[in-house]
């Protein structure tokens, strides 16, 4: 049996004083991007591996470019590759999920859901944002899309409903300030301009020194980390291999009893 649980703090790597990185994303939502092959699936798996090792965690996989999340569909609830249709379908199901949660907690003169409520976290990975944001679908299905994701991002922590979104695309189309703004933690790894790198940030982050476009091309998994109401601050992401993703899988599939439905 893990003693691992949904509502612990997730561990994402080491910052530049070598102290670890653990993020409670209980409470939380969280945006990450930067270009190919600079550390950001890597990142996520982190995530989603601490959460296959729970049993009061629910895995909802949605995969733009489907090898990114892949390795992990065998112990996810639900699977979405490139279909903005699903996925809005998803997000909707999530949505109601959301309110229905809501009516408990208002029954109960309540603000937000704990480990103690015997809820199950409902995490949901969403990797790549502009497969549904501008690639695939109508210009109604993609603000669909955007408009479900804002909602899950600012309503769904307190009811146990977690959001973790990353983009290789970070601009202007794909990350809408009015989205990037309300997630509560915001990573950056290496981006092709430091107008990309104040996409995920914020605005003049890059200008204070805090500029992802300045991370060499050989460090990948290193990127600036900005946490609600902080100052961004370096830090280096652990990278699982793929057997270390099947070992996992392997043993999420053994304490979870099979719980993943994939589809």
């Known amino acids: 049996m893990s003693g691992l649980s949904a509502y ?17 994303l209980a409470s939380r939502s969280l945006l990450a991007g930067g270009l190919s092959r600079s550390g950001k699936s890597g990142f996520m798996s982190n995530g989603v591996g601490h959460m296959s090792q729970c049993t009061d965690a629910r895995i909802i996989l949605i995969d733009g470019k489907i090898v990114e999340l892949i390795l992990w569909k065998e112990i996810a609830d639900f699977f979405v590759g490139p279909d903005a249709h699903l996925a809005n379908h998803v997000l909707s199901v999530l949505q109601a999920e959301m309110d229905r949660r809501y009516e408990w907690l208002t029954e109960r003169r309540r603000r937000k859901v704990v480990k103690g409520d015997g809820m199950d976290l409902i995490t949901v990975w969403i990797d790549e944002l502009s497969v549904f944001t501008s690639v695939y679908g109508t210009k109604e299905s993609q603000e669909r899309f955007l408009s479900l994701l804002m909602d899950l991002v600012q309503r769904g922590p307190a009811a146990g409903i977690v959001v973790v979104a990353a983009t290789q695309r ?45 991370i060499p091309p050989n460090r990948p ?43």
Do not use: N
């Not at 080491?14 to 990185?21: A, C, F, K, Q, S």
């Not at 601009?171 to 790894?189: C, E, G, H, K, L």
């Not at 100052?231 to 979870?256: G, H, K, M, Q, W």
């Open 8 to 24: 612990d703090k997730v561990h994402f790597g080491i910052d530049e004083y070598g102290r670890p990185l653990r993020v409670e």
């Open 170 to 214: 970070p601009s202007a189309d794909i990350v809408p300030t009015r989205v990037r703004d309300v997630f509560s933690y915001r990573v950056a790894f290496r981006c092709a301009t430091e107008a990309s790198s104040d996409i995920i940030l914020g605005t003049d982050w890059a200008a204070q020194g805090f500029d992802a476009s300045k």
């Open 221 to 263: 998994g290193v990127g600036y980390c900005l946490a609600e109401e902080g100052r961004p601050f370096r830090f280096r992401s652990v990278y699982l291999t793929d057997d270390e993703i099947d070992t996992l899988v392997a043993r999420s599939l053994s304490i979870r009893g099979g719980l993943g439905g994939a589809a």
